[in-house]
């Protein structure tokens, strides 16, 4: 049979199918079946920065010790990093193809210094998984478009392993803020991001999560996009996200 092998970021891959991160790579068990069924890489479950401040800020308000809100959001903060620090660990003793860590964030900080954690606790690379709306009419797009570059720059500074940032399609320019991230550092771009939806309940008018799924219509566009990148970006390392629909 042909070989499928590849190089990807300078890790030997058996095979381009990486699985992406999600509900399905949240525990070390699971991403073991995972490369037991032929997957060459994995991108954990991410680490939602969004997440953790909203958690930390519920448990101040609930328990009523605003005075101690500081404390409260450092442990809530340092356990949930814990947590994922273990995950990386427990699933490198069971996989022997590279993990890949991720974290969704919106700003830059003390992301860097977690992404030295993630490092050290054995990570082949990290996905970053930059999600931001924005709803400030008086924010122009370079500025936002900065804010993505600023966070690359600081995670650079502070690993050595690989960066992929996994990216949005709202932007003006893909190919400029593409040669803008690998100038910064990063060393892969994951085309596209899949944001999460609401929907509206209309019997109970209450707000609720919509179709988080992608369909196979949706992979067209990222196929234009890898193309168009590939052959004006020169080097540029790509992965096809979307979604894998059939066999």
């Known amino acids: 049979m042909k070989s499928l092998e590849t190089n990807y970021l300078g890790l030997k891959l058996k095979n381009p199918i990486i699985i992406g991160s999600s509900g399905l790579t949240d525990t070390p068990e699971k991403n073991s079946a995972l490369e037991k069924a032929g997957a060459s890489a994995i991108v954990l479950?991410?680490?939602?920065?969004?997440?953790?401040m909203v958690n930390s800020t519920n448990i101040v308000e609930y328990s009523g010790y605003t005075q101690a809100s500081s404390y409260i959001k450092n442990y809530v903060h340092s356990h949930k990093l814990s947590d994922y620090l273990e995950l990386i660990k427990g699933t490198k003793r069971l996989c022997s193809i590279p993990i890949i860590a991720s974290i969704n964030c919106y700003k830059s900080g003390e992301w860097a210094n977690f992404a030295h954690q993630i490092e050290l606790a054995g990570a082949d690379a990290i996905e970053l998984n930059i999600y931001f709306i924005n709803t400030d009419g008086n924010l122009e797009s370079n500025i936002l478009e900065q804010s993505y570059v600023n966070i690359v720059t600081q995670t650079r500074k502070a690993i050595k392993i690989p960066i992929l940032v996994k990216m949005g399609?709202?932007?003006?320019?893909?190919?400029?803020?593409?040669?803008?991230?690998?100038?910064?550092?990063?060393?892969?771009?994951?085309?596209?991001n899949h944001y999460y939806q609401p929907d509206i309940n209309l019997k109970t008018m209450e707000v609720v999560q919509g179709d988080t799924f992608t369909s196979p219509s949706d992979f067209g566009n990222t196929l234009r996009w890898t193309s168009l990148i590939n052959s004006s970006v020169k080097n540029a390392n790509i992965v096809s996200s979307t979604g894998v629909h059939d066999w």
Request: no cysteine.
């Open 45 to 52: 479950k991410s680490l939602f920065e969004e997440q953790i």
């Open 169 to 192: 399609k709202q932007f003006t320019n893909l190919v400029r803020i593409t040669e803008e991230l690998l100038a910064a550092g990063a060393n892969s771009i994951v085309l596209f």
